[in-house]
């Protein structure tokens, strides 16, 4: 078996986006820092999201029913740093946050590379996290944002494709 430190060691190789996962109803207001996110299949488009079964946020989406994906850009690693920290309350973490919302209700981050608003179809703990099946209501994208990723313990900037037709000053 593998023990810990060898697992978030070999993790930590692992690059990923970062994106803070929010929820809104009548089991409250949420929001967390995640890495762990994937794609599963596009008919019907759903995604994979882990959230720690410790965590309040993880009681407060599976009461909700519904979270949002907001994958952040690179100048929105203050958000990921005050939605990681335990003790930052809910309040303070939406504070400095420009948001709104789309179908669901959670709330969609303003200036993120993507915000998918999602429903739970299902959910199943694995260890320490439940994995959430989400089903994405609407989506909402900017392809000129540069995207922020997590990998080597860091945070690390990744650069916008270049838009199509556009003119090299």
Same mark, same amino acid.
């Given at each position: 078996?593998?023990?810990?430190?060898?697992?978030?060691?070999?993790? @930590? =190789?692992?690059g990923a986006a970062v994106n803070i996962i929010t929820s809104n109803g009548e089991g409250g207001l949420a929001g967390c820092t995640v890495s762990a996110v994937c794609g599963i299949t596009d008919e019907p488009p759903t995604l994979l999201v882990c959230i720690n079964r410790g965590s309040k946020n993880n009681e407060v989406v599976r009461e909700n029913g519904c979270l949002c994906v907001n994958v952040l850009a690179a100048d929105q690693q203050d958000a990921a740093i005050?939605?990681?920290?335990?003790?930052?309350?809910?309040?303070?973490?939406?504070?400095?946050?420009?948001?709104?919302?789309?179908?669901? =209700?959670?709330?969609v981050i303003a200036g993120t590379v993507s915000a998918?608003?999602?429903?739970? @179809?299902?959910?199943?703990?694995? =260890?320490?996290?439940?994995?959430?099946?989400c089903e994405i209501?609407?989506?909402?994208?900017? /392809?000129?944002?540069?995207?922020?990723?997590?990998? =080597?313990? /860091?945070?690390?900037?990744?650069?916008?494709? $270049?838009?199509?037709? @556009?003119? $090299?000053?």
């Open positions: 078996m593998v023990d810990k430190t060898s697992f978030r060691e070999a993790m @930590a =190789g692992l005050r939605f990681s920290s335990k003790s930052v309350s809910v309040e303070e973490r939406f504070a400095d946050v420009e948001w709104d919302r789309l179908v669901t =209700g959670a709330p998918l608003d999602c429903e739970v @179809a299902s959910m199943m703990d694995v =260890g320490t996290h439940t994995m959430f099946l209501k609407a989506v909402r994208t900017r /392809n000129d944002r540069d995207a922020l990723i997590y990998f =080597g313990r /860091n945070f690390h900037s990744v650069e916008a494709p $270049a838009v199509k037709g @556009a003119v $090299a000053a």
